[in-house]
């Protein structure tokens, strides 16, 4: 069975330092692009980093880069994302998110999908 | 960037309707377009990807369709358990981005 934990969400004040860490199981960890999706209280899903499988690339959304840094430890199966310089508009649930394949023959594309997700970390940044 | 519009932000529907979600993207991403349902406190499930794929466990009145920039995701009659918010996101180039979602009220 697949799973992914995330831990390290917690309280912080503006300015402030968290890191998350996704613990995962059940699946060939250094075989796949992990992902961080975050939702703010109320609001929907926003995508935030992605790191290919051998950690050579990597995404960040333009609200967080510079701030925030994926990172992975394929030994240990699992992905970290150090934040810093934590703004209130960074308040959210944090997702780790494993992303598989599929491969459109009728195109010539591979699609890239978040086919499991962990049940999320929360970050509170207040002042 | 690609933006990611959904229509209707919300709706309401008696069991057994068909229900029908649109989602637009703001240029062509083929079919790098994938459906995914949160119900309150979870973590978001995934139910179609690649416009029109059925995810192993989805039940089969779950389907999608489209390409290129319009995509539909349909609930051929609905059930009880159908209720939450559903989102399409665009898997064709980062940054990657969501629809702003729809809420469905059974």
């Known amino acids: 069975e697949v799973k992914l934990v995330e831990s390290g969400g917690g309280l912080v004040k503006p300015g402030g330092s968290l890191r998350l860490s996704c613990a995962t199981s059940?699946?060939?960890?250094?075989?796949?692009?992990m992902n961080w999706v975050r939702q703010a209280p109320g609001k929907g899903l926003e995508w935030v980093s992605s790191?290919?499988?051998?950690?050579?690339?990597?995404y960040y959304a333009d609200s967080v880069k510079g701030r925030f840094t994926i990172s992975r430890d394929n030994a240990k199966n699992s992905v970290d994302l150090q934040m810093n310089g934590l703004r209130a508009e960074d308040t959210a649930v944090y997702y780790c998110a494993r992303e598989e394949y599929y491969y459109d023959s009728s195109v010539y594309y591979y699609v890239p999908y978040f086919d499991s997700w962990g049940q999320g970390g929360l970050v509170t940044v207040f002042s | 960037d690609i933006q990611m519009t959904q229509s209707p932000s919300s709706l309401s529907a008696s069991v057994g309707d068909r229900v029908t979600i649109t989602c637009r993207a703001s240029q062509t991403i083929v079919s790098h377009l994938n459906w995914f349902q949160q119900k309150p406190g979870k973590a978001p499930q995934l139910l179609i990807y690649?416009?029109?794929r059925l995810q192993s466990g989805v039940p089969s009145r779950f389907s999608g369709s489209g390409s290129g920039t319009d995509f539909t995701l349909t609930v051929s009659s609905l059930q009880p358990e159908d209720f939450g918010s559903y989102y399409c996101q665009q898997s064709y180039t980062f940054p990657y981005s969501f629809g702003q979602g729809t809420k469905l009220e059974i």
């Open positions: 059940g699946f060939t960890f250094f075989n796949y692009t």
């Open positions: 790191i290919s499988s051998s950690g050579s690339y990597i």
């Open positions: 690649a416009a029109s």
